[in-house]
Structure formats: structure tokens, C-alpha cells
């Protein structure tokens, strides 16, 4: 799955294993964005062969096939491009590039799997710009003028690399977060207002809120209350088809699909770490760096710490 990079925090960050699972399966069962062009080709990977952590998962994203035979350069491309460069470590980055070009020449026709891989070139190569510009102490500082600055400073890297109409169609929610996280800093930084005066301003800023934005803000709280009733369920005795159709009533079957298998991932993921946990005991060193590599990725192996502490 694939996780969000922002500027705000100057790096980018990821959230417990369960809450990605569950927001990803959520946002997924979104409704398209108005206005989408209908010519939409849905990636079946060969997942297995790609790597072995996207085994039994559901590619992320889609691709938009444009009139001219092309392909649309949005947030829902992005979406499917993270989705394989999430196994950078169990590959390298050129062989996962690779890859993800021969996906794509499997899925389209030659000229949009043209314009793909080119698409992919310039994200890859906006990576490596982003990944150089976080790194830049000139733009830390909590205040309100260092995020500013570092706003600043990413639109000019982005414009390098897309047109305006990509701009917006890959980044647009996450620009609206950003200038709401930059327009309350501003207000809580400004010392010359009442505390009074301060909360009316927020409050304006919440009731002023795209719809999108508010979305995406309350989604956190949402997969919560969804994680909680879930497992108050299972408690009680629910069958998994009873929780399935509770969820359906709320947010439709596709939803419900997709957070019905990223609880069987989940599942799966904590078998995994009880087997090896079990087995690792009185092993050598040798012996237990050969059980992480048979039973995890390279990039799944640097969470185990985390589990092996809390077993010490």
C-alpha cells in the first residue's frame, strides 16, 4: 500500500500497520471524483511474480486512458506507481522501475504504456528532487514562515516536473491540507489576537472547509470507530458475515470488501509474527537472520525489532 509524503513534518512519515491497512481499504471505496472520464483500466498485477510482500493485494490506484490514446497523469496513477515502489528493499529501485514498465506494457496499449513510463520517469525523478529539498536545513522550523517557505519551495520542484493541470490532479487535496495547516499556524502564531478571537477564527476556517478536506481530516476518526465496532462484534460472537454487511449499510460493498481484506491481512500479518516469535527462541544468530529471511521481506524484517522487544 502506498503512504503519503508531506512537507508539513519535512519528512515523510507512516502510521501503525492496522490504521494504513484500514484507511487505504476506506479511501479506495470512495466514490470517483466528478467529472471522471469513464475509459479507466483497473491493473490486475501478476503480484506474486512482482514481489512476494504484494502477494494475495490488490493493486492501488487505476490508470485513465486519455482521448488521444494517452493516459491521464493524476492522483489515482500516482496511487498504482506507490503501490509497487512500496517493495523498494526487497528489490532495487531500477529492477522495481523495471518492473512496473513491463506492468504496464502488459496492460496497455503501446502508446499509453509509452506515455506511463514516461510519467514514471518524471515521479521517480520528482522523488529524488523532494527527497533532497526535505533534507535542506533551511527549511525546518515549526513556525508558520519555515512551513511557508517549505510550501514555496516544493511548488517550485513540482513545477519542474508536471504541468499545472497534473499539479492539481496528483496533489490538489494535499495542497488544500497543507494551506489549512498553513492559514491555522498563521492564526495560532498571531499573538496580537484574544484567545476568543482565535477560536472564532479556526471556526470559520472548520466551517469553510472543502467538503474533500473535511474528509480526509475526520477519515482517522472514522477508521477507528470502524476498527472498534469490529472487534466489538467479533467479542459478542458476530460472523464475519454479519460485520460485512454492517459495513456495507454504512459505506457500500465495495468498502466493505476491501476492509473485510485488510482485516484478513492484518490477520495474516499477526499469524506470522506469532509463528516466528515462537520459533525464534534459543536460535543462534545465524540460524535467526535465515528464519527472518524465510519467513519476511527485507522491508517487512526492519518492523521485527518493535515486536522482538516487547517479547524480551
Known amino acids: 500500500m502506498s503512504l503519503r509524503t508531506t512537507i508539513i513534518g519535512g519528512a515523510a512519515f507512516?502510521?501503525?500497520?492496522?490504521?494504513?491497512?484500514?484507511?487505504?481499504?476506506?479511501?479506495?471505496?470512495?466514490?470517483?471524483?466528478?467529472?471522471?472520464?469513464?475509459?479507466?483500466?483497473?491493473?490486475?498485477?501478476?503480484?506474486?511474480?512482482?514481489?512476494?510482500?504484494?502477494?494475495?493485494?490488490?493493486?492501488?490506484?487505476?490508470?485513465?486512458?486519455?482521448?488521444?490514446?494517452?493516459?491521464?497523469?493524476?492522483?489515482?496513477?500516482?496511487?498504482?506507481f506507490e503501490y509497487y515502489l512500496s517493495t523498494v528493499g526487497e528489490k532495487s529501485p531500477g529492477e522495481v522501475q523495471a518492473g512496473i514498465e513491463r506492468e504496464?506494457?502488459?496492460?496497455?496499449?503501446?502508446?499509453?504504456?509509452?506515455?506511463?513510463?514516461?510519467?514514471?520517469?518524471?515521479?521517480?525523478?520528482?522523488?529524488?528532487?523532494?527527497?533532497?529539498?526535505?533534507?535542506?536545513?533551511?527549511?525546518?522550523?515549526?513556525?508558520?514562515?519555515?512551513?511557508?517557505?517549505?510550501?514555496?519551495?516544493?511548488?517550485?520542484?513540482?513545477?519542474?516536473?508536471?504541468?499545472?493541470?497534473?499539479?492539481?490532479?496528483?496533489?490538489?487535496?494535499?495542497?488544500?491540507?497543507?494551506?489549512?495547516?498553513?492559514?491555522?499556524?498563521?492564526?495560532r502564531g498571531d499573538h496580537t489576537l484574544t484567545a476568543q478571537q482565535t477560536e472564532e477564527r479556526l471556526d470559520a476556517l472548520d466551517a469553510s472547509m472543502p467538503a474533500a478536506l473535511r474528509e480526509e481530516r475526520e477519515a482517522?476518526?472514522?477508521?477507528?470507530?470502524l476498527q472498534q465496532e469490529a472487534e466489538r462484534m467479533r467479542a459478542a460472537g458476530a460472523a464475519e458475515e454479519e460485520i460485512f454487511r454492517v459495513r456495507a449499510e454504512a459505506f457500500g460493498p465495495d468498502a466493505a470488501g476491501r476492509l473485510a481484506e485488510a482485516d484478513r491481512e492484518e490477520a495474516a500479518w499477526k499469524q506470522r509474527i506469532g509463528a516466528y516469535l515462537a520459533q525464534r527462541k534459543g536460535l543462534n544468530d545465524q540460524a535467526l537472520s535465515a528464519l527472518r529471511s524465510r519467513m519476511f521481506s527485507a522491508e517487512e524484517q526492519r518492523r521485527l525489532p518493535v515486536y522482538e522487544s516487547r517479547q524480551m
Open 104 to 187: 504496464l506494457d502488459r496492460t496497455l496499449r503501446p502508446a499509453a504504456a509509452d506515455a506511463a513510463k514516461h510519467a514514471l520517469a518524471r515521479y521517480l525523478a520528482y522523488k529524488r528532487a523532494l527527497g533532497s529539498l526535505e533534507a535542506g536545513p533551511e527549511l525546518a522550523g515549526p513556525d508558520a514562515a519555515s512551513l511557508a517557505r517549505r510550501l514555496e519551495a516544493l511548488a517550485r520542484v513540482r513545477a519542474q516536473f508536471f504541468t499545472k493541470a497534473e499539479i492539481a490532479a496528483i496533489f490538489g487535496q494535499e495542497d488544500a491540507a497543507n494551506a489549512d495547516a498553513l492559514a491555522r499556524l498563521r492564526i
Open 14 to 80: 507512516t502510521g501503525a500497520v492496522t490504521a494504513l491497512l484500514w484507511m487505504a481499504a476506506f479511501r479506495q471505496g470512495a466514490a470517483p471524483e466528478p467529472g471522471a472520464a469513464p475509459s479507466v483500466v483497473t491493473v490486475a498485477p501478476d503480484a506474486k511474480a512482482f514481489a512476494p510482500s504484494l502477494e494475495g493485494t490488490r493493486a492501488d490506484g487505476a490508470i485513465r486512458l486519455a482521448p488521444d490514446d494517452g493516459i491521464v497523469v493524476d492522483a489515482q496513477l500516482i496511487a498504482l
Open 220 to 225: 482517522p476518526l472514522i477508521v477507528g470507530r
